[in-house]
């Protein structure tokens, strides 16, 4: 090829789309152009073509990440675009011509490539929203999705190879397959194969059990999480990309697998791990469970993708978008999605919402208009539910938005009101179809309908946490635990006497009182959901059990920090208690006369003394450091120990653990008290109390807004707007009560 200047060659100038049609553009990629050091990478040759999505024209799409370094303002490195008047030259990042480079030396270029960057003018913002809007057809009619996860290590080419040799067995394309139906039966007869199933069971479950024995010790755990970690499962648009096409394939390298095999690959995972964990019975390192436990971390993205092309390419159903916008939104406790602009939260989702959902057919899709369009959109999802004030949480990422305007961009989790995503635990504001709001876009000030409950008098100081270093999994802080049910009760009680007038609480309104805090303790969700499962009466009870369990555990170690912190060099003497002979001074008179008749004695004295000061020192410094040495030994065990998976029931008894209370109750009750960690307890002016964001304080409001399952914590509304600080529990009024006559003042809120 004749050589080529970059420094000479004009840049490429894009030629316009006609707005008014389906009307998109192609790569063709071109063999390289040789590179001037031989063994270096050429450079990248390519036509750019246009077409019309109606043309049913056919070309792969490819999906890859971005990854644009924070220093890069724009692309850097040069491409060649082959067109009628010559070689023009355009610029691309890094990643993006990596990609290209390999699909071209693995003859991928067979088709046309859709790609994102080059096929649409970056510049353009009229462009990037006209084709944005073309995003589901144009993957949706493309052959296949192209993902490019990145150059291969040696520990994804070991996991390609080990997913490749395990999907020829067959086994888990059968239990994928035709025989999907009855795959979660099997599963268990896998892990108890004491478990009666009929023939095609036992012909999955033997043949999974005999692939577990031959391949299960030999998986690339290593290699499964390098795969994993690339950039590409943790990218917004890539749902859409993956989901919609028909077909997917997955290229790392010079290795490439197919999505059906990428899936399977995941499911003998989950089928292999869980075995080896139910398997265990000796002590294992903390780190082996920690590094197989974080795999389920980072499959999330994968999972949403298969859950994704299963609704769509299986079912034939896709969702609305205000649930898609919730669902690719909260992260909770994972990391949350990428998105490299704001916007992307919600346009990045369009093209999986269904064709008649309205939501998504008034979204307007524009760039560079943040703050209006997420206002927009959060006036079209409040139609939906008015629970979408729910996601209106704090610190905001996004600057200058409106109090009650969710940011999408930043770390949202799943509201404290809800057991899950989409199911509500309280129905505080009454029917969901009885929210009435209205929206200024002007002013991007709400005016919504709902009851003024009462005004907050005290606010309290204790809070959940969770532990700095947990074993594995996240746990609840037992110290602050049980300071935070003491709290509660010191509320309850306070509340109780300010109703009585002081008087002394008869046996029942003590009853009263206890299931109040117990209620108090996790926004009472533990206690509507046991209640719900065992009876008004053993769900209580269980409660109470569990309560009594963590409080003690928190009070035990409340002791034993106390314990810990007296022998102290600085406080171990006032721990003793024991003041030495030798502290106790005699009188004037009787020193003086010791001294001049019997100088020699009053030596011996002197020397005992100091001998005594000594040894007593170096006795308590010893205690000390014993102290000191035991309490960091304890807390490196723990930290860095082996574990017992299945502790015996005498060791949890040493510890005050009833081992009747292991299981799915007590993981219940502890992630409740973690959902609420950072809340504080509140007290209203008339004796209402329940738990609020930390940002309230004396003088702020409860209201509840017809339609909302939970009450809402406002500031200001004095002859002005009000400022939303989050959700809030209030006990007594979670059913509908403050709608009742008599409870709360009906009015309209203009919050802003």
Known sequence: MPPFSFNSSPAFQYPPLDPSKKAFRLVRLLPPRPPLIPGAYGTVRVEIIEVNVDAT?????????????????????????????????????????????????????????FVDQICINQDNDAEKSHQVQLMRDIYAKCARTVVWLGPATRASAQYFDYVHEIAHEGVMSRVMGPRLAHFMHVFDAVMDPSLEVNEEEREDRDDLLDMIRRF?????????????????????????????APVVVFVCGNHSLCFECFRAGALFYSLYNTHWVRGRSQATAQHEFRRRNAIFGKTAGLTRISQERRAIHRRGTRQGLYDLVLKYNINDDQAKIRSSLAEDRIFGLLGLAADDDPLRQRVRVRYKEVVQMYTEVAALLLEQSIDTLLFTQFPKRTGNLPSWVPDWAMDLAVPVGYSALKEPVFAAGGPQDGARFQLDEASRRLTIRGVWVDSIARVGGCTHRAELQPQILAQIDHRWASLFFDEASDFVREAAAARSGGGDADEAMQAAESMAALRLCDSGLSHRRFSDELGACAGPERLRALH???SHLGRR?????????????????????????????????????????????AGKVACEALVDFITDMLGLCLASARMSWETHAIKFRRRF?????????????RVGVDPQLLGADLDAFTSNL???????????????????????????????????????????????????????????????????????????????
């Open 674 to 752: 973690l959902k609420n960690a950072g809340r504080r307890l509140y007290r209203t002016e008339t004796g209402y109390l329940g738990l609020g964001p930390a940002r309230m304080a004396p003088g702020d409001s409860m209201v509840v807004f017809r339609g909302g399952t939970v009450p809402h914590v406002l500031r200001g509304g004095r002859n002005g707007p009000w400022e939303y600080l989050g959700e809030a529990y209030c006990d007594g009024i979670m059913d509908g009560e403050a709608l009742e006559a008599g409870v709360g003042v009906e009015t309209s809120f203009i919050l802003a």
């Open 548 to 550: 009594s369990t963590i």
């Open 557 to 601: 170690l409340l002791k034993a920090d106390e314990t810990a912190a007296a022998y102290r060099l600085t406080r171990i003497y006032r721990t003793v208690g024991i003041t030495p002979w030798y502290w106790v001074p005699g009188s004037e008179m009787d020193n003086l006369r010791i001294c001049a008749l019997d100088p020699v004695a």
């Open 57 to 113: 024209p056919c070309y792969d799409a490819l999906s890859y990440p971005w990854d644009v370094p924070a220093h890069l303002k724009a692309p850097n490195r040069q491409i060649i675009v082959e067109a009628e008047g010559g070689s023009y030259r355009l610029c691309v990042y890094r990643p993006l011509e990596l990609a290209l480079l390999h699909l071209l030396a693995n003859n991928f270029t067979t088709r046309p490539l």
């Open 641 to 653: 120990g082996k574990i017992v998976p299945k502790p015996e029931p005498r060791d949890l008894a």
């Open 216 to 244: 299960g010790h030999r998986f690339p755990v290593d290699g499964y999480a390098d795969v994993l970690d690339r950039r590409w499962f943790n990218r917004l648009w890539i749902i859409q990309e993956a989901c919609l």
